[in-house]
């Protein structure tokens, strides 16, 4: 499937796709990746030569997720959406942030089963995410390009999907038509206490609230707590669940390998989802 609502990168004109190609009027071409994706992040955006998350992390996270701990997470981010479709009749949805795409792929088949038309679009700057992204289905169009410079019209968005990335109110603003939709999913203060527990002296609270950040922007509509125990019952999980958290970069080698001779570990999901809507 060809998508039909991008713009080009360089000069944000409208891109007409032809056979495996995408071009705008000024000559800029972009070619499709033989695993399925649109590659429209530019050399001179990136921050790094390889911006996002690593191969390794994309993989621990895709190990992580398949193995259903986050599914009702997932399930609750799908209810929220369907019933935003249903009512508000959209069907322009981005990702933001999508990773290895284990959300996206999800909220694409709850919207088929409920027969809701709509085109999904998952988006991060992660180029193996969205590689990996592509194995779970070629139905959604899968883009690398920055959140911060997503190559959408403005105003062209119904819902915006966005768990637990940066928050960018503007560019989010910009993308999201007047009186469309951002749906926004955050840790709550005890999401994985006890893994953080075990690696910090001191926990302390983030005290993030994008309510404030977002006002003047979007007015918020719904704030639904989503939170539940469950447990990883060998090290494996445990130790794809490290690799797939920013806490993992702060363990020491002692502290890693203390937690992963653990048999099991139980914890906390503790997550925010968010609904606002654009003024």
Same mark, same amino acid.
């Given at each position: ?18 056979? @495996? ?28 030569? @390889? ?14 997720? *398949? ?12 209810? !929220? ?8 009749? !959209?069907? *322009?949805i981005v990702d933001m ?11 694409f088949q709850q919207l ?61 603003a910009d993308l999201i ?12 203060? *005890? ?42 019952? @060998? ?36 997550? *925010? ?7």
């Open positions: 499937m060809m998508p039909t609502h991008l713009c080009c990168p360089v000069c944000r004109a409208a891109l007409i796709s032809s056979d @495996n190609s995408l071009r705008c009027d000024n000559g800029h071409s972009f070619d499709r990746a033989r695993q399925g994706y649109w590659n429209l992040l530019l050399v001179n955006k990136k921050r790094s030569k @390889n911006p996002g998350d690593s191969a390794e992390m994309v993989q621990a996270r895709r190990a992580f997720l *398949n193995e259903g701990h986050y599914q009702p997470l997932s399930d609750q981010v799908n209810s !929220l959406a369907t019933a935003l479709c249903q009512t508000e009749q !959209l069907n *322009n942030g999508c990773g290895e795409g284990f959300y996206t792929e999800r909220l088929n089963e409920q027969q809701l038309p709509q085109q999904l679009t998952g988006l991060d700057i992660s180029k193996p995410a969205v590689r990996a992204a592509c194995q779970r289905t070629k139905a959604i169009h899968w883009l690398v390009a920055s959140g911060a410079d997503m190559p959408l019209p403005e105003a062209s968005v119904d819902l915006l999907l966005v768990m637990f990335s940066r928050l960018m109110p503007q560019p989010f038509k007047p009186g469309g939709h951002l749906l926004l999913a955050w840790p709550g203060d *005890n999401h994985l206490i006890e893994l953080r527990q075990q690696i910090y002296q001191e926990v302390r609270s983030s005290g993030f609230d994008p309510t404030a950040q977002l006002e003047g922007l979007f007015s918020c509509e719904q704030i639904k707590p989503v939170s539940y125990r469950f447990t990883l019952d @060998n090290p494996h999980s445990i130790a794809t669940l490290l690799e797939m958290t920013p806490h993992a970069r702060r363990l020491t080698a002692e502290a890693r390998e203390k937690l992963q001779q653990q048999p099991q570990l139980e914890l906390t999901l503790d997550v *925010n989802l968010g609904i606002f809507r654009r003024l």
